[in-house]
Every structure is written in structure tokens, then in C-alpha cells.
């Protein structure tokens, strides 16, 4: 295998079709859609693949904004790259970059699936086109309906500030909605005859402060007011919370979410509230993987691109972690603001996604990624060590084998 002419073959088709890319980044960008409605993202993503010829299937898995684009030159691996699309509420819009994961990701399928034919490169490109990871997941729903069935390897790229880096792990997510439901009374006249649903949305808070000591390190928790219903003179007869979890591992989220219900127990318990409680969406922790970490970083280097050392840790949370927990996968973070670090999902990082730092993030997303899947093609036995290795990081975070390859 020669990496050296895998990049220049890479490097050329994608300077040729990089205005197309950036015209699907600034086409995203300028029409930003919430999850599960990236009608226009998806679509554009669509005929983008279908023209470069590859086989494409919308509403994958029975989500309307879902597609996967497949191409197959012979009998080889199937390497997977996940494109994500859905922008923040809240006026945040793409806050977190999905525009540039999108547009990387198309550039890189276009450059891999020129590379496997220049090359005569045997196995199988599929382009996962994933709505909503930010809330619902939808690479969870993928998953789980069995889309991914035949991936062998899984890839996506993510914009970051300070220096661009191979993500190692990252936290478990949960969020649950808490409602409480009292009764009204004029505060005034008649107190004895209500249920004050404020009253337990208060004793829960104070229960969680109690519970925090009790949490193991790392484990994080942001609990918050969604609606009161108060009224002037009135008891207020409802009441909802929401409130999310993160934590290190599955089992550490796990154990806080016990705490937590009992936390919205107590507000009920004090009041007299009815309480409902439901778990709304939940990812797992990212498990890095070495084998495919380092094809990716040398093909960065390659393009001279500075790199933090090792597969340094991170706090957030991405549906992506699920995946890597049957997937042999990686997510690395390419700067779009090498000089300072600063938070994603702020007005401040959205500034810098149509920034030249931006634009150089998007290409070389798109080169790295198109590299480092034409090299997994060609060493099948790169392939059996990033299986092996997910088995040894789930048997040393998890004590035993909780899943295994079919």
C-alpha cells in the first residue's frame, strides 16, 4: 500500500470539488434546522452523494431526516463515516459546527470512493447521514434498527478550538423530565386545601444538594425549572424539572441516576405532589481506539496539521459513544481556532465556523478521513487489532465483555 500516493490521490479530488463542499457548509449554515426536521440539510447531502454515484437511501431506519449513502467496489471491509447536520435551539443555530462535519463528510466520501477506483481498492464506503445528535441520536436509532450491521469501522470528525487532537473517551448522558402535580388554591384565603407543586420542586433541589456528596468524581449534574405555572395569590398546582447527568462511564451514570429518583421522590413525598418522571435521551461514553486513532493522526501530520499528543479525554457528551461500544471508532476534534481554547455551543465558537481556521478544518476533515478509511480498506489487519483492543477497553472499564461481534 502506498499512503503517500493514497494522500496526493485524496488531496487532488478533493481540491477539486472544494467549492462545492463549502457551498454545502455556508447552505446548512445559512438555513439552520433542529433535529429531526433537517429537511434541507438531508436533502442536500443527498444529491451531493447520488451525483458523485453512490447508492443512496433516505430515511434510513424510518427517520425522515436519516440517510446512507452506500458505495461497494468488490468484496473488502466496510468503513463507515457519519455526517451529522442538526443545528442548536435557541437562537445557538450551528453553534457546534455540524455544517463543516456535513461538508467533510461529503468530501471525504467523494475522495474515497475516487481513490478505491483509481487504486482498484476492494470494499464497501457507506455514508451515514445521522439526524439529531445533539438530543435524541439518531446514530443510537441506527444502531439499534441495524443499519451498522456491516461495519466493520466507524469515523467522524468534529470542530474544536486550541490544538486539533484524536479524542480519547468522553462522559455518558442522561437527562430525565420531572413533573409535579398539586392542586390550586388561593394562597390567601383558602392555603389549607392546596398541594404546592413549587414546594417540591424545591424540596428536590435541596435533596440533590444533599446527594451531590454522595456522587462518585466526575459525575456531573444540571438541574433546572422548564415551567412553574405561578400565579399571584395562587398555589401553584404544577410543576416541571428537567435534569441532566453525565458521568465518566455507564455504570458511575447509572448508579447517580438512582440517587436522582430518589431526589424527585422526596419533592412528591414532602408535598403530597403526584410525581412523573420519565428518562428522556441517553448516550454512552466514547471508547477510543488507538488502532484507527493512529492511521488518522499520521495522515494529519502528513498534511501538517500540529497535534495534541495521545488520545487526550474530554467531558462532553455525543451519541457516537454508543456506536463505540460495538463499533471499533473514533471523533476527532480539528481546531477552527488554534490560538485559544473556548466552549462549543456559544455565539462566540459559532463566529469562527465560516472563518478561514473554519474553511481549513472542513478540508482537511475531508482529506483525513477519506486517507484514513482508504487505508483501513487496504489492512484488513489494522481492522482485527481495533476489534481486539474495544474488547480489552470494554473488559478493563467494564470488568467483562458486554458485547461481542457477531
Known amino acids: 500500500m502506498d499512503k503517500k500516493a493514497i494522500r496526493e490521490c485524496v488531496e487532488n479530488y478533493v481540491n477539486g470539488i472544494w467549492k462545492e463542499m463549502w457551498n454545502i457548509s455556508e447552505y446548512i449554515f445559512q438555513n439552520p434546522e433542529v433535529g429531526m426536521k433537517e429537511y434541507k440539510a438531508a436533502a442536500v447531502q443527498c444529491e451531493f452523494l447520488g451525483k458523485e454515484g453512490f447508492c443512496v437511501e433516505r430515511s434510513a431506519g424510518n427517520l425522515d431526516t436519516a440517510f446512507i449513502g452506500n458505495y461497494q467496489r468488490g468484496e473488502g471491509p466496510c468503513i463507515a463515516l457519519f455526517s451529522e447536520y442538526d443545528c442548536l435551539p435557541d437562537g445557538l443555530e450551528h453553534a457546534c459546527g455540524h455544517n463543516l462535519i456535513a461538508a467533510a463528510t461529503m468530501g471525504a466520501a467523494a475522495a474515497a470512493k475516487r481513490t478505491m477506483e483509481e487504486m482498484d481498492i476492494r470494499g464497501k464506503l457507506m455514508i451515514v447521514g445521522a439526524p439529531d445528535e445533539e438530543f435524541t441520536g439518531g446514530k443510537i436509532t441506527l444502531l439499534k434498527k441495524g443499519c451498522l450491521d456491516q461495519v466493520d469501522a466507524a469515523m467522524a470528525v468534529h470542530p474544536t478550538s486550541a490544538m486539533s487532537r484524536v479524542a480519547g473517551g468522553n462522559y455518558a448522558y442522561l437527562t430525565y423530565q420531572c413533573e409535579y402535580i398539586g392542586k390550586s388554591a388561593h394562597s390567601g384565603s383558602r392555603p389549607w386545601e392546596g398541594i404546592n407543586a413549587q414546594d417540591a420542586a424545591?424540596?428536590?433541589?435541596?435533596?440533590?444538594?444533599?446527594?451531590?456528596?454522595?456522587?462518585?468524581?466526575?459525575?456531573?449534574?444540571?438541574?433546572?425549572?422548564?415551567?412553574?405555572?405561578?400565579?399571584?395569590?395562587?398555589?401553584?398546582?404544577?410543576?416541571?424539572?428537567?435534569?441532566?447527568?453525565?458521568?465518566?462511564?455507564?455504570?458511575?451514570?447509572?448508579?447517580?441516576?438512582?440517587?436522582?429518583?430518589?431526589?424527585?421522590?422526596?419533592?412528591?413525598?414532602?408535598?403530597?405532589?403526584?410525581?412523573?418522571?420519565?428518562?428522556?435521551?441517553?448516550?454512552?461514553?466514547?471508547?477510543?481506539?488507538?488502532?484507527?486513532?493512529?492511521?488518522?493522526?499520521?495522515?494529519?501530520?502528513?498534511?501538517?496539521?500540529?497535534?495534541?499528543?495521545?488520545?487526550?479525554?474530554?467531558?462532553?457528551?455525543?451519541?457516537?459513544?454508543?456506536?463505540?461500544?460495538?463499533?471499533?471508532?473514533?471523533?476527532?476534534?480539528?481546531?477552527?481556532?488554534?490560538?485559544?481554547?473556548?466552549?462549543?455551543?456559544?455565539?462566540?465558537?459559532?463566529?469562527?465556523?465560516?472563518?478561514?481556521?473554519?474553511?481549513?478544518?472542513?478540508?482537511?476533515?475531508?482529506?483525513?478521513?477519506?486517507a484514513t478509511a482508504v487505508e483501513l480498506m487496504t489492512q484488513p489487519e489494522l481492522l482485527v487489532k481495533a476489534k481486539e483492543e474495544l474488547q480489552e477497553r470494554l473488559k478493563s472499564l467494564y470488568g467483562k465483555e458486554y458485547f461481542k461481534y457477531q
Open 202 to 370: 424545591l424540596l428536590f433541589f435541596s435533596a440533590l444538594g444533599c446527594a451531590r456528596q454522595m456522587l462518585r468524581d466526575g459525575v456531573r449534574i444540571n438541574a433546572y425549572v422548564k415551567d412553574g405555572m405561578q400565579h399571584e395569590g395562587t398555589i401553584s398546582a404544577y410543576a416541571k424539572l428537567g435534569c441532566d447527568i453525565s458521568a465518566p462511564d455507564i455504570f458511575m451514570l447509572e448508579e447517580a441516576a438512582k440517587r436522582i429518583e430518589q431526589c424527585f421522590k422526596c419533592g412528591a413525598v414532602g408535598t403530597g405532589c403526584e410525581l412523573r418522571f420519565e428518562r428522556k435521551e441517553s448516550s454512552k461514553n466514547r471508547i477510543p481506539n488507538g488502532v484507527i486513532g493512529e492511521v488518522f493522526r499520521e495522515n494529519c501530520l502528513a498534511w501538517g496539521e500540529p497535534m495534541m499528543e495521545g488520545m487526550p479525554d474530554d467531558t462532553g457528551g455525543e451519541d457516537l459513544g454508543d456506536v463505540s461500544h460495538v463499533i471499533p471508532a473514533i471523533n476527532p476534534h480539528l481546531t477552527v481556532l488554534p490560538e485559544r481554547k473556548i466552549s462549543l455551543h456559544t455565539p462566540e465558537f459559532r463566529e469562527h465556523v465560516l472563518t478561514p481556521a473554519g474553511e481549513h478544518m472542513c478540508l482537511l476533515g475531508a482529506e483525513t478521513l477519506a
